[in-house]
């Protein structure tokens, strides 16, 4: 299906590609369909725009949690863990809102809330986590600590 982006026009996306969040984003509860999209093609750990397929105009950017931080340990709820329908073997991704300024080292995550994504049924959640994460921690900061 061809979609229109906030970030790259009109876009081709697979159906197997949308992901389904049944209970939509914070703030955001109404848009339940998205897909992800890599800012960069050849590296893994680029960020990623998170587009709605339903409005061009709402996207968020991405990135993995845990190459910035190797510490970062999210706990699922068994609440969470049945919704996602996540067994011991499945693949899961964490995945964290960003807000990028002007001036990079500004830039912060949101370590608090991030999406989980079951990736064999593509079903995706924002969680808010009962660990004492940081809902604007500087994306500078964690670069620091990973090194």
């Known amino acids: 299906m061809k979609i229109k982006t906030k970030y790259f026009g009109d876009f081709e996306v697979a159906a197997d590609e949308i992901l389904h969040f049944k209970r939509g984003l914070f703030g955001f509860e109404d848009m339940t369909s998205f897909t992800l999209i890599p800012f960069e093609e050849e590296n ?80 995706a959640k924002q969680l808010i986590l009962e660990q004492d994460f940081s809902m604007r921690r500087r994306i500078n900061a964690l670069q620091k600590e990973a090194r």
Request: proline letters at 6%; hydrophobic letters at 40%.
């Open 44 to 123: 893994d750990a680029s960020f990623l725009c998170l587009q709605s397929t339903e409005d061009e105009e709402l996207a968020f950017i991405l990135f993995n949690p845990f190459f910035i931080d190797p510490d970062y340990n999210p706990k699922l709820q068994k609440e969470d863990i049945d919704d996602l329908k996540i067994g011991d073997k499945t693949p899961v991704a964490f995945l964290a809102i960003t807000v990028i300024y002007e001036k990079f080292e500004d830039s912060t995550a949101n370590m608090k809330c991030p999406i989980v994504i079951n990736n064999d049924t593509r079903q």
